[in-house]
T-cell receptor, first 116, second 117 residues
Framework: AAGVIQSPRHLIKEKRETATLKCYPI?????VYWYQQGPGQDPQFLIS???????DKGSIPDRFSAQQFSDYHSELNMSSLELGDSALYFC???????????????FGPGTRLLVL | AQTVTQSQPEMSVQEAETVTLSCTYD???????LFWYKQPPSRQMILVIR??????QNATENRFSVNFQKAAKSFSLKISDSQLGDAAMYFC??????????????FGQGTTLQVKP
């Protein structure tokens, strides 16, 4: 079965640079969630989209922005990168149609971002 | 605000034995979902099992089962016949039953499971 795709898988940036992370949800999934997982920590919710509209916002820095496109893929844009932004960034997708699997989020493999 | 607590940072089990990972949560909602995710060294987040709060019956997926105690707000994971491939970090997660797109997962701190051959 198709899974969530994230690109790139690894990314190395310098401080103050910009990074763009991409997420391609499972086909027919209309909801995307972004999470940040620091070393030795649990994932923290950043932002989510449903039907191409921002639906919820968590602890996402103002330096970050995100959107969901017409084909339901999503991009997380990160500017003025700081050392503390080094983390694993997950995208998860789900269906919002009220079906039996609506509430289950399926995670992509993550993007490992290292800021030097 | 909802919280999820995993009080066991590390657990170990002998191969083929059974182990139980604990999770408690706090919420004022009456309907919600609970999950266990597995994160192996590759750091991929893999869904292990899900439980809907309104269902009395405990969920089961092959060797994995849960003990859901709604009144006690407890949601433990039992792994039977442990295998070396079960070694991983296990996260308990809560999701409210909200409108689409607003159901962020709230994770516990995680429990690292070691399986000894």
């Amino acid at each position: 079965a198709a899974g969530v795709i994230q690109s790139p898988r690894h990314l190395i940036k310098e401080k103050r640079e910009t990074a763009t992370l991409k997420c391609y949800p499972i086909p027919r999934h209309d909801t995307v969630y972004w999470y940040q997982q620091g070393p030795g920590q649990d994932p923290q919710f950043l932002i989510s989209f449903y039907e191409k509209m921002q639906s919820d916002k968590g602890s996402i820095p103002d330096r970050f922005s995100a959107q969901q496109f017409s084909d339901y893929h999503s991009e997380l844009n990160m500017s003025s990168l700081e050392l503390g932004d080094s983390a694993l960034y997950f995208c998860a997708s789900s269906r919002g149609d009220g079906g039996p699997t609506q509430e289950t989020q399926y995670f992509g493999p993550g993007t490992r971002l290292l800021v030097l | 605000a909802q919280t999820v607590t995993q009080s066991q940072p590390e657990m170990s089990v002998q191969e083929a034995e059974t182990v139980t990972l604990s999770c408690t949560y706090d919420t004022s909602e009456s309907d919600y979902y609970l999950f266990w995710y597995k994160q192996p060294p590759s750091r991929q987040m893999i869904l292990v099992i899900r439980q809907e709060a309104y269902k009395q019956q405990n969920a089961t997926e092959n060797r994995f089962s849960v003990n859901f105690q709604k009144a006690a707000k407890s949601f433990s994971l039992k792994i039977s016949d442990s295998q070396l491939g079960d070694a991983a970090m296990y996260f308990c997660a809560y999701r409210g039953k909200l409108k689409p797109g607003t159901g962020k997962l709230i994770f516990g701190q995680g429990t690292t499971l070691q399986v000894k051959p």
